[in-house]
């Protein structure tokens, strides 16, 4: 089940319980490791994949000036599961519902799994950076 989430205490502290337990797919996923939680108020949108009572995976939508960014992270020990195809889905619906024209992410070369999932949500590479991740953009259906 995917719950929307806001800056407010309880839902910090599901998104730290999430945090706490993601193990080794936070190496991958370095967002919170430079950001406070006060970076939601920025968010278009925060969610938690609720597997019963723990968080599993989270996802967000952030604007950072004109660029519109997409963040996923799913729990080590979950991952498999389709879990980030969900998340993925709910995402990229949300793109569609706002009419938000691009979004965009940024992604380690290595990270094979992700690279997979985000070419199935219609991602491209527009660019390798030298700090060995590529930066992917969705653009909006327009149906």
Do not use: P
């Not at 590479?125 to 909006?140: A, F, G, P, S, T």
């Amino acid at each position: 089940m995917i719950i929307r989430i806001s800056n407010c205490k309880e839902d910090h502290d599901k998104l730290q319980s999430f945090l706490d337990s993601a193990g080794a797919s936070l190496v991958k996923f370095r967002y919170f490791k430079s950001r406070g939680f006060d970076v939601l108020d920025n968010h278009l949108l925060t969610i938690l994949y609720m597997d019963d009572r723990d968080a599993v995976g989270y996802g967000h939508i952030d604007k950072d000036n004109e660029t519109i960014w997409l963040g996923i992270c799913v729990a080590e020990t979950h991952t498999g599961r389709g879990i980030g195809k969900s998340i993925m889905q709910y995402l990229n619906d949300f793109q569609d519902e706002m009419q938000i024209d691009e979004l965009m992410l940024m992604v380690d070369w290595d990270n094979k799994r992700a690279i997979e999932l985000y070419n199935k949500f219609e991602f491209q590479v527009v660019k390798e950076k030298e700090d060995h991740h590529y930066l992917m953009i969705r653009k909006r259906k327009i149906l």
